[in-house]
């Protein structure tokens, strides 16, 4: 069959780039499908520290240039498009994108998940004028200025940290009064000097005219509100919100089984409720979002398209 692929993968971040590799090792033609930004969140983490065997000071995007070295090396092709819709009903699947229209056997969906937004007065206008949702790519603007990070996860409370290295303080506002960072994380930042904590507090404006000038919190216990102003020599301070991510899984609802969050439901073999579509990494339903579990997702679903197209296709 030409010109169809074995396996088509929606997603370039670990999960699809671990596909990617299995797939292509297995011989099989694959095509990693990508939006503009390889490696996915991954990329804005400047440190990954609990990636078992990963080289010491790695960073999401050291890690994300070799993940893509090597599925290359084994021959997956990689392609910048955008997925419009997906007809995966049929034995040959369809993947309508902006620039073309792509089939194959089986489809892996890695597509991940994108930060969640405050939705607050301010946060769209000042969106990479002073608010900023990745601490990798942006923390050098802020050198010798203030932060402040909000959230209390693994997430914020890391990126606090990495913050620290550049800002002259971190203020970390948490919507409550304990963080659900992991305490391994949480000592780390308790110790820090440049870490402040304003806890019970939501964001309730961000302010400015071109940067970010102040932000007005609500603490959530007496309703007060509380205007923090930049300080007159800086002129401005950043903000940072890590309040968790959302599925981007859209193009596939009332298309593929999904829980209420959006996430993509499948069994232990990365099979969705479709014959020969698969599901890994941070879009499935799981207890564990990590780059060594979507790695591990990427891999067993690309095994499993092997076992799926063994199995159907007589060639
Ligand atoms: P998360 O664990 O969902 O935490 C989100 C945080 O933001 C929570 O503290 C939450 O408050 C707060 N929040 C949610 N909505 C909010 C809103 N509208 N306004 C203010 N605060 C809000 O998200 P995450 O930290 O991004 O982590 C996501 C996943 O990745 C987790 O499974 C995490 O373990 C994992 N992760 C792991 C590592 C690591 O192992 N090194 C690093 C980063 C992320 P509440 O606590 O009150 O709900």
Redesign the pocket.
Known sequence: MQNIYDVIIIGCGPAGLSAGLYSARAKMKTLILEKGKTGGQIVTTNEV??YPGSIKDATGPSLTARMVEQAEEFGAERKIDSVISVDLNEKIKVVKCERGEYKAKTVIIATGATP?K??VPGEVELTGKGVSYCATCDADFFTDLEVFV???????V?EAIYLTKFARKVTVV???DS????KS?QDKAFKNDKIEWVWNS??HEIKGDGIIEAMVLKNRETGELTEYKAHEDDGTFGVFP????LPLSDIFKDIIDMDNGGYIITDSDMKTNLNGVFAAGDIRQKS???VVTAVSDGAIAAVQAEKYIESTFDE
């Open positions: 520290a609990n969640k405050l939705g909000i959230g209390g996860g693994d997430s914020a890391e948490h919507r409550r963080l659900r960072a992991a994380i939501e964001v890590f309040i968790g991510y564990l979002r990590q």
